[in-house]
């Protein structure tokens, strides 16, 4: 348990209270994790069965992906499919709807940062439940390649954070178009559409014709889930593998930028209805 | 006090339309009521079509690379797709809000349909239609009649039957998936997900050529949740192909089998689910 501390004078410790805030309300749904697991490793056998059955129609080896490696990337993005946010869909969404963002605007906090900071800790949080289990589960019974140096691990780390900071900040930028639209339902909608294509989540993007793969190389998409899973891999590594966490990073200011300006033009247009 | 009417019960004339008027009332309602809000059913049609497109892209981008996965060629997995696709967006606009079970529970809503003298899952089933799902079902439509074109077929009574039978079976199996999911949401509420794997995840199963899976998913997708029934079994029998788990080549046929077993095992599940319900109190 975490003790109660008065609120310190530095800038950046309510934002991290916030990720923990976020991590810890989300394990007080144990049942929900667990029929997230039980979702995300079915569709996983599902997945690794078609993917596997390609890789072998192609004659063992698949666009640099091999049997070990396409295991590995189906496993890696099923788990972290519960960290990031790849439907869209967001507490802060339902918050600009109903008028209670009034309430954050009022606090001596950035509502932008505070909003993609509880939502990393959500993200966080389901790594336990749903990430790591899900890989395991992987591991265990279909089997994957996986690096033998700590360097991936380490370098893979930071670039999870980054994918699940990244699909927050992204999923903000849905919830703040509500400043315009009061009903994001369709934005969200058409987010999970092109989010989960174009991140890698059914197909990894090194599959994909030459054009599509140039859209999504230039959406933040890939970004949240694709990155991750070739850094954490080793099927990217050395140079190429930093120069894919300094795109996460380009995207994560580049999403961060945009939603502070939408946050900001937002608050002026906010119309609260009703009485 | 006043008498309440209420208290002394008289007999009801019949209601104009026979016994199913009250459910055509309610459905014309939710029809009417999408209907009239044209943008927001404009948006909700076109997304439909777009998540439609996209999963049929996820199969199509596979065979830039390769030529036959399992077996199955792009033009028969095609068929597959669309055979698939086609019967659980058809089946999903019936009774896909069976799915809503978890937030009907929760706000209380189930309770209402318990003080209608109507059966329970008539209720649940007619108290809404998603027109929107007909965009998906269009994709699936789409994809089966190409399928059909470009596979080379020997049409006759045979091939229209077995489509038919294929079609009917398919749409009656994923509408029991929802149901049996429905039965296990009285026990689940929170954990609500879980039935995604067998109801979505069914439905990504159906898509896939069966010969690509080993046996625990031939045991889970192929026979207990009989989703090769629906798609893939019928398929191969069409064209020639594979079947797997040395079933003979006329399997499609079974079919409807699949069906009923999916309808008892729905069947059991909801009755065991509502006998669980103890009210959501207040």
Redesign the interface.
């Known amino acids: 348990m975490l003790s109660v501390r008065p609120l310190s004078p530095s800038v950046g410790t309510p934002y991290l209270r916030l990720v923990v805030a976020g991590f810890r309300q989300q394990a007080a749904?144990r049942?929900?994790a667990?029929?997230?697991l039980?979702?995300n490793t079915?569709?996983g056998?599902?997945k690794v069965?078609?993917?596997?059955?390609?890789v072998q129609?192609?004659g063992g080896e698949?666009?640099g992906y091999d049997v070990g490696t396409m295991s590995a990337y189906v496993w890696l993005s099923q788990g972290l499919l519960g960290s990031v946010n790849l439907y869209g869909r967001s507490e802060m969404a339902e918050r600009i709807r109903t008028g209670d963002v009034v309430v954050d605007f009022l606090r001596p906090l950035d509502v932008h940062a505070g909003a993609v900071a509880m939502e990393v800790g959500r993200g966080l949080f389901a790594l336990l439940p749903r990430g790591v289990p899900s890989v395991l589960v992987g591991a265990l019974v279909v089997g994957m390649t996986m690096p033998t140096t700590p360097g991936p691990y380490l370098l893979g780390a930071v670039s999870v954070l980054l994918g699940i900071t990244v699909s927050a900040a992204t999923a903000y930028l849905v919830a703040a178009t509500g400043f315009w639209l009061v009903?994001t339902r369709?934005v969200a909608?058409?987010y999970m559409?092109v989010a989960?294509?174009l991140a890698g989540l059914?197909?990894p993007i090194a599959?994909?014709?030459a054009p599509?793969f140039w859209l999504a190389s230039a959406s933040p998409f890939p970004s949240m889930l694709m990155y991750p899973v070739d850094v954490l891999s080793g099927r990217v590594d050395g140079l190429a593998s930093v120069g894919l966490v300094a795109a996460q990073v380009g995207w994560l200011v580049v999403v961060g930028a945009l939603g502070q300006l939408m946050t900001r033009r937002g608050r002026h247009r906010l119309e609260v209805q009703g009485g | 006090m006043a008498e309440s009417p209420l208290a002394q019960p008289v007999a009801r004339p019949a209601p104009h339309g026979g016994v199913l008027a009250p459910y055509r009332a309610v459905l014309a309602s939710r029809i009417r009521s999408q209907a009239s809000y044209r943008t927001?059913f404009g948006?909700?049609l076109g997304?439909s079509l777009?998540?439609g497109l996209?999963e049929l892209?996820?199969v199509a981008?596979?065979f830039?690379?390769?030529?036959?996965?399992?077996g199955f060629d792009l033009a028969a997995m095609l068929l597959v797709f669309g055979l698939a696709d086609l019967c659980f967006s058809l089946a999903d606009m019936v009774v896909g809000h069976c799915d809503n079970l978890p937030e009907y529970v929760r706000t209380g809503r189930l309770d209402v349909f318990y003080l209608r003298p109507q059966p329970l899952l008539l209720q649940l089933v007619t108290s809404d239609i998603s027109l929107r799902r007909l965009a998906r079902a269009a994709v699936g439509l789409v994809a089966l009649v190409v399928g059909l074109v470009v596979n080379d077929l020997a049409w006759g009574a045979g091939a229209v039957g077995l489509l038919a039978v294929a079609l009917v079976s398919g749409t009656v199996t994923f509408a029991a998936l929802f149901v049996w999911a429905g039965g296990l949401q009285f026990f689940?509420v929170?954990?609500?997900?879980?039935t995604?794997?067998?109801v979505?995840?069914g439905r990504?199963?159906a898509t896939?050529p069966g010969?690509?899976?080993?046996r625990?998913?031939v045991v889970v997708?192929g026979f207990f949740f009989p989703m090769a029934f629906t798609a893939y079994l019928p398929a191969a029998t069409l064209l020639g192909l594979d079947t797997f788990a040395g079933l003979p080549d006329w399997a499609g046929w079974l079919a409807p089998v699949a069906a009923v077993w999916a309808w008892v095992a729905a069947g059991l599940s909801w009755r065991t689910g509502v006998r669980h319900y103890q009210g959501a109190g207040g």
């Open positions: 749904y049942l929900a667990l029929a997230g039980v979702a079915t569709f056998f599902l069965a078609l993917l596997l059955a390609t129609a192609a698949l666009d009903e369709g909608l058409l559409v989960g294509f059914y197909v599959i994909f014709p599509l | 927001s948006l909700d997304s777009l998540v996209t892209a996820e981008v596979l830039t690379s390769v030529s036959a996965i399992g689940l929170n954990g609500s997900e879980m995604n794997a067998f979505y995840g990504y199963a896939q010969t690509v899976w080993g625990p998913l997708f």
